[in-house]
């Protein structure tokens, strides 16, 4: 079990209870990535589309910027 992973369907992180991916899980994830830049962006990209789902009520652009716009 990942301490900072996400609770759903409100994406809330579970070990700060912060939106998720919170600021420990995305340290956590690039360092997991570090040598797969692409596979993360993927893994993000899924992430993000299964959010948009769960959390319609918030403007996509937003979520994009949340689950995509830190991995520049």
Do not use: K, N
């Amino acid at each position: 079990m990942i301490a900072h992973g996400p609770v759903l369907p409100l994406w809330s992180c579970a070990g700060c209870d912060r939106p998720w991916p919170c600021e420990t899980r995305r340290r956590e994830l690039r360092a997991e990535f570090a040598a797969a830049p692409v596979s993360l962006a993927l893994y993000l990209g899924a992430q993000f589309a299964r959010a948009v789902q769960d959390l319609h009520w918030l403007p996509a652009d937003d979520l994009h910027r949340r689950f995509l716009g830190w991995i520049r």
